[in-house]
Every structure is written in C-alpha cells, then in structure tokens.
C-alpha cells in the first residue's frame, strides 16, 4: 500500500509563503499525475493543484498564480509552493494521485491568520 507523508504546514500571516512537501513511499508513481488537495472545516476535499508525469501542471482558480506545485521523482516527493497566502488558504493540505486512486496520508496543517 502505498503511503503519503505531507509536512511543511503551520501558521503563517496573511501575505506570507510556506512550501509543503509530500513524500512517497514508492517510486513507481512517477509515472501518475500527482496532486495537492485540500479540506476546510466543513467543506469537502478539493483539488488545488496538479502535476503530470512530464511536470505539466494546472492550478484552481482560487490559487492561480500563488502556489506552484513541482516534483522531484528521484526523491519520490511532491512539492506545493505557497506565496501571498490568504486566510481563505487556511485548510488540511494533503497528497495524492490524481484520481486520488491510494488512502490519503495525515496531511499537514496550513492557518494563515494574523
């Protein structure tokens, strides 16, 4: 089975950047689109950001042109680079494939409150 650990998360003022990082415990997803989701109290999960197998990506409207999300497959790890944070930003960040195809990791934490 194949496991996601995110970390990178914390409070962070309006404004301000946090770079997330997802790691893999296997290899061979490489070749899968990869994704960053994310879930606020009370929504449901929603796709933010994804990145293909050869690093094409697309974004949510809502964080077009702040987050970059990138990739390192020799380190079998997803990155989601995160500026001008807002506090609509504050949710749960979590990786996946994109379809999420594998059990969904503990996430990590982004607030962004002054």
């Known amino acids: 089975q194949v496991r996601f650990v995110e970390s990178g998360g914390g409070l962070v003022q309006p404004g301000g950047s946090l770079r997330l990082s997802c790691a893999a415990s296997?290899?061979?997803?490489?070749?899968?689109?990869m994704g960053w989701y994310r879930q606020a109290p009370g929504k449901e999960r929603e796709l933010v950001a994804r990145i293909t197998s050869g690093k094409s990506t697309n974004y949510a409207a809502s964080v077009q042109g702040r987050f970059t999300i990138s990739r390192d497959n020799a380190k079998n790890t997803v990155y989601l680079q995160m500026n001008s944070l807002k506090p609509e930003d504050t949710a749960a960040y979590y990786c996946n494939t994109m379809p999420s195809w594998y059990s969904w990791g503990q996430g990590t934490q982004v607030t962004v409150s002054s």
């Open positions: 296997e290899s061979n997803l490489r070749i899968y689109t």
